[in-house]
């Protein structure tokens, strides 16, 4: 296979997610649906948004990024796509970066 | 317990208290305060402007006013507008609402601004979608008092499993945050003033304090240069006053009933449709003593229910493609096409195009003979 439009998918969904990514300037929450979660690049990507504006948030995770559900601490892997999550972020030039994600339960 | 008398005591009810002086299409409720009459005129102001690109309009979007879309018979009435709307679903999987290539409402127009830059007269359809939704443009009366509904009383009428064995599994949608969704066709946003915020976004690419971000084109940047208008480019008082117009429009006073529309509306509970077409529904608490506590006409459970594989067209939530939200039937009698796509352009299609969980009273209507179906209809059109 050509590397060429896989090198381009590379550069360009990364921009693309980036610049839909609502532009938080302050610590912020934010309460979505996990769309997909990258382990290697320890990062996912949330459904959030307005009524009918949504908006996919590109959340980068780190050592310290404290997961749970309740009491319980998880790691990322045990956050699935559908998930419902609450996630404290503060901004980096990079984008949001999460402090704390608390998965959220639905009936 | 039978829905029946039940149901016949507060038509009764409700209907004593339209006695008086019908309510018009486009009122305000009866019983708001001298203040919030005025927030309904100002709201009504903001609820008619036109947007222009240098009053934030676009980049992309579907209207240029809320009233553009919601004009008739008045201001908050249905127009003939049909907007796209376009998701993913795979079995098995999450819908993937498409919030990252532009979903899941597809912007029809662009401002000359972005045309220049790009070149598109519209924005890109999701090379991901699976289902492509067509969305009338419904007339919103009334939709305060659905607002002022509890979520425990949405969650009575629920019975995923069918355990009364009527061939129903209401069941409530949830948005991105799992809170229950009541608002839009696959009742996905929770909330009237949520609904609207979103809307303005949405379908006029006019950002609010709620919603500061713009959608990008396709997944793409916004071009530079080709909407200058600072975000939000509405602020939150002409946010409020706006959702305050729409949360005081009044249902419009069902038409006064014929011996006919009275044997229509009895045939209307008897052949099923009540079961989620449910006639009345009650508020809760509200700071606006005008929605709090009433008994209104809704015809509507704000459920899902599956209405088959003919009518299926996107996911969104929980709802699968072939799931709807029970159309509220307010102001049914204004409206000029059926069905969230709007295929039928009269009541009996509307009813013939029923699948799913409806295909025991559409089968039923069907049995009907011609005058009891016309009484049916002549109900309907009271509404």
């Known amino acids: 296979m050509k590397r060429g439009p896989v090198v381009l998918l590379a550069v360009l969904?990364?921009?693309?997610?980036?610049?839909?990514?609502?532009?938080?300037?302050a610590p912020y929450t934010y309460h979505g649906t996990i769309q997909a979660v990258q382990l290697k690049a320890g990062s996912l990507d949330l459904i959030t948004g307005v009524g009918m504006a949504l908006r996919l948030v590109h959340v980068q995770t780190t050592s310290g990024t404290h997961i749970a559900n309740g009491s319980a601490p998880l790691a990322l892997g045990d956050l699935k796509p559908g998930t419902v999550i609450r996630a404290e972020c503060h901004p980096s030039d990079h984008g949001p970066v999460a402090d704390r994600i608390e998965k959220v339960a639905v009936p | 317990m039978s829905r029946g008398p039940a149901v016949a005591l507060l038509v009764a009810t409700v209907t004593a208290n339209h006695c008086n002086k019908p309510v018009n299409a486009g009122d305000a409720l009866r019983g708001?305060?001298?203040?919030?009459?005025?927030?309904?005129?100002?709201?009504?102001?903001?609820?008619?402007?036109?947007?222009?690109?240098?009053?934030?309009?676009?980049?992309?979007?579907?209207?240029?006013?809320?009233?553009?879309?919601?004009?008739?018979?008045?201001?908050?009435?249905?127009?003939?507008?049909?907007?796209?709307?376009?998701?993913?679903?795979?079995?098995?999987?999450?819908?993937?609402?498409?919030?990252?290539?532009?979903?899941?409402?597809?912007?029809?127009?662009?401002?000359?601004?972005?045309?220049?830059?790009?070149?598109?007269?519209?924005?890109?359809?999701?090379?991901d979608a699976t289902g492509r939704g067509m969305r009338t443009s419904l007339a919103i009366f009334g939709r305060g008092l659905l607002d002022a509904v509890p979520d425990a009383l949405i969650l009575s009428y629920a019975d995923s499993a069918d355990r009364n064995h009527d061939g129903i599994r209401g069941r409530p949608n949830r948005f991105v945050d799992g809170r229950i969704g009541r608002f839009g066709r696959k009742a996905f946003v929770p909330t009237l003033d949520e609904f609207n915020?979103?809307?303005?976004?949405?379908?006029?690419?006019?950002?609010?304090?709620?919603?500061?971000?713009?959608?990008?084109?396709?997944?793409?940047?916004?071009?530079?240069?080709?909407?200058?208008?600072?975000?939000?480019?509405?602020?939150?008082?002409?946010?409020?006053?706006?959702n305050d117009f729409v949360r005081f429009l009044a249902p419009p006073s069902p038409a006064p009933l014929t011996n006919e529309g009275r044997q229509g509306r009895e045939l209307f509970s008897r052949i099923g449709c009540a079961g989620c077409h449910i006639p009345t529904l009650r508020t809760g608490d509200s700071p606006t003593p005008a929605l709090a506590r009433k008994t209104f006409f809704a015809y509507t459970d704000l459920l899902l229910h599956d209405m088959g594989a003919d009518r299926a067209d996107i996911c969104l939530g929980l709802a699968t493609p072939s799931d709807f939200r029970t159309e509220p039937l307010i102001g049914?009698?204004?409206?000029?096409?059926?069905?969230?796509?709007?295929?039928?352009?009269?009541?009996?299609?509307?009813?013939?195009?029923?699948?799913?969980?409806?295909?025991?009273?559409?089968?039923?209507?069907n049995g009907l003979s011609g005058a009891r179906q016309a009484a049916l209809i002549a109900f309907l059109k009271s509404l």
């Open chain 1, 13 to 25: 969904i990364p921009l693309a997610l980036r610049a839909a990514r609502p532009q938080q300037t």
């Open chain 2, 197 to 242: 915020a979103g809307a303005f976004v949405a379908e006029m690419g006019v950002t609010d304090p709620p919603q500061p971000t713009e959608e990008t084109i396709g997944g793409a940047p916004i071009p530079p240069g080709v909407d200058p208008v600072a975000d939000p480019e509405i602020n939150q008082e002409q946010l409020d006053l706006t």
């Open chain 2, 32 to 127: 708001l305060s001298g203040a919030e009459q005025d927030r309904f005129r100002r709201g009504r102001v903001v609820f008619d402007s036109v947007f222009t690109p240098e009053r934030g309009l676009g980049p992309l979007f579907n209207a240029t006013a809320c009233g553009e879309c919601h004009e008739d018979p008045a201001a908050g009435g249905s127009g003939d507008e049909v907007e796209v709307h376009a998701t993913a679903f795979h079995t098995g999987a999450a819908c993937d609402p498409l919030a990252g290539e532009g979903g899941p409402v597809i912007q029809l127009k662009v401002t000359p601004a972005l045309k220049a830059a790009l070149g598109i007269d519209s924005e890109p359809f999701p090379r």
């Open chain 2, 332 to 365: 049914l009698r204004f409206a000029k096409r059926f069905l969230h796509d709007g295929a039928a352009t009269t009541l009996e299609q509307a009813i013939k195009l029923h699948g799913g969980e409806a295909t025991g009273a559409r089968d039923q209507f």
